[in-house]
């Protein structure tokens, strides 16, 4: 990995700036959420430029951690991942998302679904939730979330609506909702751990300390994940070949690395992302 150099440049956006924010119900049950968040395009650390790894293009971003594969027309994106147990006592205040979707690599929409696990001052906070950014989140308070369960989740395409369906595997629960997106590309599908955002200037939230995250089928035995498919191809991340896309989170002050992913398993479908800082 390349050194990050800490001139003048500044970390460039490729969205624009976040006005928005979910509508969360009021006091749900078993969650305190503390501050509104989204869950947001990518955004580009631009000090670092991209550079190839074996078939995979790998660069910085200061709200993603995960693989994203790219091309067009997509219409299916699946994942899998074991909901990970945040140190609220280490990074009290903090907030990480875990999710799969369509759209927000290079775009201004993202078609998602996932969940999240945040602290509440010192306190864990755990939740499922979907989002048609950039229409705010919403709280799926019907698919309660703990620490270790198995969660399966898609985002389709068919006609003119996205479907997402998100699954709580280890307690059978699950909730699927259709809409609309104005402006949807279908460029791209995601496979991603996040800081959310936005504090009241739209800024990112900081990360919690969600120690490691395992994603995809070789985690959690749920087939079928980590796949997508669009005009081309129908299979796993591995499938995609040189259209695979590698995200570590940085700080965008510093450049230090936030989250940072492993390599993908043998099979394509599976990896892990690990916390570094807040």
């Not at 430029?49 to 219409?75: C, H, K, L, M, Q």
């Not at 900081?206 to 299979?235: C, E, K, M, Q, R």
């Not at 070949?241 to 599976?270: F, K, R, Y």
């Amino acid at each position: 990995m390349l050194s990050k150099s800490l001139g003048s440049l500044f970390a460039l956006a490729i969205v624009p700036a976040l006005a928005q924010v979910p509508n969360l119900p009021a006091s749900p049950q078993n969650v305190s959420v503390v501050t509104p968040r989204q869950h947001a395009p990518r955004r580009v650390y631009g000090l670092v430029p991209e550079r190839v790894e074996g078939n995979v293009t790998v660069s910085d971003s200061t709200n993603w951690s995960g693989y994203a594969v790219t091309g067009s027309s997509f219409t299916t994106a699946k994942g899998s991942w074991t909901v990970p147990t945040v140190n609220c006592t280490k990074t009290p205040n903090t907030y990480a998302a875990f999710w799969v979707g369509i759209d927000g690599w290079t775009s201004t929409t993202v078609e998602q679904t996932g969940t999240d696990s945040d602290c509440d001052g010192k306190s864990p906070s755990y939740y499922a939730w979907y989002e048609f950014y950039p229409n705010p989140s919403e709280l799926i308070s019907s698919v309660a979330v703990a620490p270790g369960d198995q969660m399966s989740a898609s985002v389709t395409y068919s006609g003119t609506e996205f479907t997402i369906t998100i699954t709580n595997e280890t307690t059978g629960k699950s909730y699927s909702k259709s809409g609309k997106v104005s402006g949807a590309k279908r460029s791209s599908a995601e496979w991603i751990a996040e800081a959310p955002c936005c504090t009241n200037s739209g800024g990112i939230l900081p990360l919690a300390d969600f120690g490691t995250v395992d994603l995809g089928d070789d985690h959690t035995g749920i087939s079928g994940t980590n796949d997508a498919t669009d005009s081309s191809v129908s299979g796993p991340i591995g499938d995609f070949g040189s259209a695979i896309q590698e995200a570590i989170m940085v700080n965008g002050s510093t450049g230090a690395d936030e989250a940072v992913p492993s390599a993908l398993s043998s099979d394509g479908t599976s990896f892990t992302v690990a916390w570094d800082s807040e």
